[in-house]
């Protein structure tokens, strides 16, 4: 099982970037994905999560400091995750990091629940 996450860069603050996170080895419809992201001396942070109910419900969570900002989101056909990041903000800059769990009823926001990581990807913002 391999989560495989791209997509990181430099931008403007005010700009956008979309993350993208390919999973293979297995099928992971039925899983919990997530982003987190880690700032230089800080821990690692939850910031998005999805999981397909199977119909055309998708259920959404996000931290409240991308809330607005940041879309997840899942194409179950490709086994990858996106995250949309716009009005990027100077402390968005971290490395970002995808996640499989499939403890659903878990918290999602604790990055211990998950069981699967991809490398990270860095995300810089300049002012």
């Known amino acids: 099982v391999q989560l495989q996450a791209s997509g990181g860069g430099l931008v403007q603050a005010g700009g956008s970037l979309r993350l993208s996170c390919a999973a293979s080895?297995?099928?992971?419809?039925?899983?919990?994905m997530g982003w987190f992201r880690q700032a230089p001396g800080k821990e690692r942070e939850f910031v998005a999560g999805?999981?397909?109910?199977?119909?055309?419900?998708?259920?959404?969570v996000y931290a409240d400091t991308v809330k607005g900002r940041f879309t997840i989101s899942r194409d179950n056909a490709k086994n990858t995750v996106y995250l949309q990041m716009n009005s990027l903000k100077p402390e968005d800059m971290a490395v970002y990091y995808c996640?499989?769990?499939?403890?659903?009823?878990?918290?999602?926001?604790?990055?211990?629940?998950?069981?699967?990581w991809g490398q990270g990807t860095q995300v810089t913002v300049s002012s």
């Open positions: 996640a499989a769990k499939t403890r659903i009823y878990d918290s999602w926001r604790l990055s211990s629940t998950y069981d699967y």
């Open positions: 999805i999981i397909w109910s199977g119909s055309s419900t998708v259920y959404t």
């Open positions: 080895g297995r099928t992971f419809s039925s899983y919990v």
